[in-house]
């Protein structure tokens, strides 16, 4: 066998791509699983977006593009910003990407020398860790409480040494896996924070059309122009249009440094692919009521797990969920009784219950799951019928 590189030898699958596949083998065995771990709207993508790219495709758009993406979806992102995230941003500050977790990846291969730390708030979605140590650093975790709703509370972080060659910090809000929002007070003490380290701010802003009873997303961009000049803003079209599979995101930052990513962009993937990125373009034309009926679908899907989950008080707690399609949920006394790890659970769960989570372990944060209500009602009814049946039996 030829010998592989030190940096995938220490590289782990995703822990719910992993949980997913395993869901998926299961299935295909006749079982009949209901997976609560995958990270994607249930939704198709609307009929307009398809026939977009259907067009596209018939009027040959299916070559090459500029490796930062197309003028016109550039434009188009940078109007949407600029209208509904509240601060300015230029075509020439915008470079597209085969989703948010392109940017990501570009962002630090960019931003990140060998042995530098990033600062990453933990609980933490999975990727952040492993696109960090790809890019030669080093994760520096700083702890979040459910006390505290899982909010960044500097106050927390006063005793901790963070290390000298901490580069950056990455920022999520909405945040997966916990469904909090930070508000603007709390993002503007925190971005303070970060800047009086000379940190620059990765704000990963995915969900951030994914809000539930009044909560509002606050772009930490929009601090200001300082803020902004220290900030790499990243998003996609995936969850807010039920484009997961399309991979169209996008970076805002800087002209230099978009220009570098673009750089890099040329020489790994070349460009996303052409006619996604006009229905992308569609997309993003889209009124927000079609955002704002699928909210209401989730928002009702999270209040149904609410009320099924009273049920669950003497095993579990959580903090409510303000954003995106998730509950993380704290098992550790169901754990303890049963001396048992949470990635033992999620796959004796899915064995024997044949229900599908992801272990907290993944997010940094053990004795924790990530439920996601991202799901049909009927199958949150069966799965919650059926996680009844195994933790309260």
């Known amino acids: 066998m030829l010998k592989l590189s030190s940096r995938v030898n220490h590289l782990k699958p995703s822990a719910t791509l992993e949980i997913s596949a395993r869901a998926a083998q299961l299935q295909a065995e006749g079982k009949d699983v209901i997976s609560l771990a995958a990270g994607e709207p249930d939704f198709n993508t609307p009929d307009t977006i398809q026939a977009a790219a259907t067009e596209a495709m018939a009027r040959g758009i299916t070559r090459y593009t500029p490796s930062s993406g197309f003028l016109s979806l550039r434009e188009m992102i940078a109007e949407k910003v600029s209208a509904d995230n509240h601060f300015p941003v230029k075509p020439s500050e915008v470079i597209v990407t085969c989703g948010a977790k392109h940017a990501l990846y570009l962002a630090l291969q960019c931003l990140v020398e060998e042995n530098d730390f990033v600062l990453v708030p933990t609980p933490a979605w999975v990727s952040y860790q492993a696109m960090i140590e790809l890019a030669g650093a080093k994760v520096f975790p700083l702890p979040l409480f459910e006390e505290d709703g899982f909010c960044a509370n500097v106050d927390r972080w006063k005793g901790m040494s963070i290390p000298s060659n901490a580069r950056g910090i990455i920022l999520n809000s909405p945040n997966n896996p916990t469904g909090v929002v930070t508000d603007r007070k709390q993002l503007t003490r925190l971005v303070s924070w970060a800047l009086q380290r000379n940190l620059w701010i990765l704000a990963d802003e995915v969900y951030e059309k994914i809000l539930y009873e009044g909560a509002t997303h606050t772009s930490v961009a929009s601090?200001?122009?300082?803020?902004?000049?220290?900030?790499?803003?990243?998003?996609?079209?995936?969850?807010?249009?039920?484009?997961?599979?399309?991979?169209?995101?996008?970076?805002?930052?800087?002209?230099?440094?978009?220009?570098k990513m673009s750089a890099l962009a040329s020489q790994s993937t070349s460009n996303v692919t052409s006619f996604a990125q006009v229905a992308a373009t569609t997309a993003l034309k889209l009124p927000h009521s079609y955002i704002d009926d699928m909210v209401k679908i989730f928002e009702r899907r999270r209040n149904y797990c609410l009320e099924r989950l009273q049920k669950f008080t003497n095993v579990v707690t959580f903090v409510k969920p303000q954003g995106a399609f998730y509950f993380f949920l704290n098992i550790n006394k169901w754990l303890s009784d049963k001396k048992m790890s949470d990635l033992e659970f999620c796959k004796l769960l899915l064995e024997e219950a044949h229900v599908g989570m992801v272990p907290g372990a993944a997010f940094g944060q053990t004795n924790y799951v990530r439920m996601s209500y991202a799901t049909s009602d009927d199958n949150l009814k069966r799965a919650f019928d059926r996680l009844e049946a195994f933790m309260l039996k």
């Open 223 to 259: 601090l200001g122009p300082e803020v902004a000049a220290h900030t790499i803003t990243v998003s996609s079209v995936s969850k807010t249009y039920a484009m997961t599979g399309w991979r169209v995101g996008w970076a805002i930052a800087s002209e230099p440094l978009i220009k």
